[in-house]
């Protein structure tokens, strides 16, 4: 199956490392060193050679960083994993840092006056050094870089990945490769520039309508690329990943050389070159700037375009979901009629779950690692199941299950909570809020031209007025047979990004109590332009979503007295239209079941 079940790091190893690193920073004169959970790609998404933060700390969230001092080492950690990283690293040995409230610079200024902190300027954007140097000036500490000591220390980091590269089909697309560097090469003429770098390994998929293999559950290609003001590319990745269909599917207008070659390229464009300053590494505006080449900061010129989907790519997304619908009301069958006899385990529940999405016969892989918490391990967030952490599922609680695929025609992303046996009224009246929070934003119109931080307060408006929140944003972008996470669109207070027409997202908010449950109810929703209503303004444009996502949430947890009319005729709705749905897509077992579980409350 995709999904292993062993422990990727051990807490056990990383006091020994971490001594092996700080006997190196003191031979290099160094006074501190970054590690972040980043690639020279600058994707979120890292191959097994750079999973640094992971081998040294015994982390393994997919987010955050470690700052190493003499005396102290800091993990820097998010909401999302302040319960996981407890139980990751060697506490006598690593400090869990709350992250972004205390910030890098705030840290460093107190645990250290002077000195020398090294980086590795692949692994690291322009923006996050600027903000970390602008925080450090007039202090002792300076930022310097260098190569990277992780490296230096890790005897046996896997070799870098060679994974076979293919065609994305152009009716999957919706456009050309063709016509989207048209497209692209035309923007970047009208600024005046005469290139661009494109570091994102899913950015650079999308322009050339491929995909790869380079990086676990997300179809991407490890590589670089330059797309010139003529709308030609120049690509950089390993000769060995493209085959002949490959290569002629990428035309006589894509050039392609090896990774070696990359900044020597560099070093020979002209004129203003756009680099994006928050996605792509230090090193590249560096190697232009010593070559004297200007570097136009700007977004890297597929993320736009490539968060809002075509019609085709709405089209196939809509398919895939259905077809991932039914694998999880089959799912979700099986599960209803195996809990009561006992003896389940949160492995056995992953095994079960990638076993019906694989009998579609068109799985291509899981989109992530499925996250299974049964009880307390409903509240570790990003809870991968282990044979070491492996649970039974007992009777009386709450089941969270977050889990999604990736097809040809579209990726999925889908959490529901579950009652298995009765969890009591308190944890009722928490999923009846979340589930609230998951209406609110998917009954949600808005003005044309907010973003995703405007709407995240409906998502939490409910555990709020009960003095309840959760620590991770409502929503991620997701890419069409892509990164399950995608940029730039999010539903998030920290989001900024105007919410437009065919960006796909998440809708996910949640509940967590450390020790004793986890809640998260999750669909994907579009944004798509809102048809106007009787007695609107008709001279303002408004926007909403539709759902993408068709699967019963769990009657049996929802508090109906604790709903409103328009939540309950929302939920009664939903539920009609999976039943209409995906009733011929089900055996009859399943029908019988989905039938019950969407009967009307």
Known sequence: MFQSFDTHANPAQGPARLAALRQVLAAEGLSGFLIPRADAHQGEYVAARDERLQWLTGFTGSAGFCIVLPAIAGVFIDGRYRTQVKGQVDLAHFTPVPWPEVSAGAWLKQHISEGVVGFDPWLHTADEIAKLEAALEGTGVILQPSANLIDRIWPDQPAAPLGHAFAHPDSLAGETSAEKRARLAAALGAQGQSAAVITLPDSLCWLLNIRGADVPRNP?????????????VTLFADAAKFDDATRAHLGAEVLLRPVSAFVPALRTLHGAVRVDRGTAPLAVSTELTEAEITVAWGDDPCRLPKACKTAAEIAATREAHLRDGAAMVEFLCWLDAQTPKGGLTEIDVVRALEGFRRATNVLHDISF??????????????????????????????????SGAQYRDGTTDITRTMAVGDPGDYARACFTRVLQGTIAISRVRWPAGLS??????????????????????????????????????????????????????????????????????????????????????????????????????????????????????????????????????????????????????
């Open 220 to 232: 991407v290609l490890h590589g670089f690329a330059i797309l010139h003001e003529n709308a030609h």
């Open 369 to 402: 690692d499925t996250i299974c918490g049964s009880g307390p391990n409903g509240a570790i967030m990003h809870y991968r199941v282990t044979e070491e952490s492996n649970r039974a599922i007992g009777r009386n609680e709450l089941l969270l299950v977050d």
């Open 452 to 601: 995703g931080r405007d709407l995240d307060p409906l998502a939490r408006y409910a555990l709020w007025v009960a003095g309840q929140d959760f620590n991770h944003g409502t929503g991620h972008g997701v890419g069409a047979f892509l990164s399950v996470h995608e940029g730039p669109q999010r539903i998030s207070r920290l989001s900024e990004v105007p919410l437009e027409p065919g960006m796909i997202l998440s809708n996910e908010p949640g509940y967590y109590r450390e020790g004793e449950f986890g809640i998260r109810l999750e669909n994907l929703i579009v944004v798509q332009p809102a048809p106007q209503l009787a007695g609107g303004d008709p001279e303002r444009t408004q926007l909403c979503f539709e759902t993408l996502t068709f699967v019963p949430f769990d009657r049996r947890l929802v508090l109906v007295d604790q709903l409103s009319a328009a939540d309950r005729a929302w939920l009664n709705d939903y539920h009609a239209e999976v039943l209409a749905k995906l009733g011929d897509r089900l055996s009859a077992e399943a029908l019988a079941w989905c039938q019950a579980a969407c009967a009307p409350l």
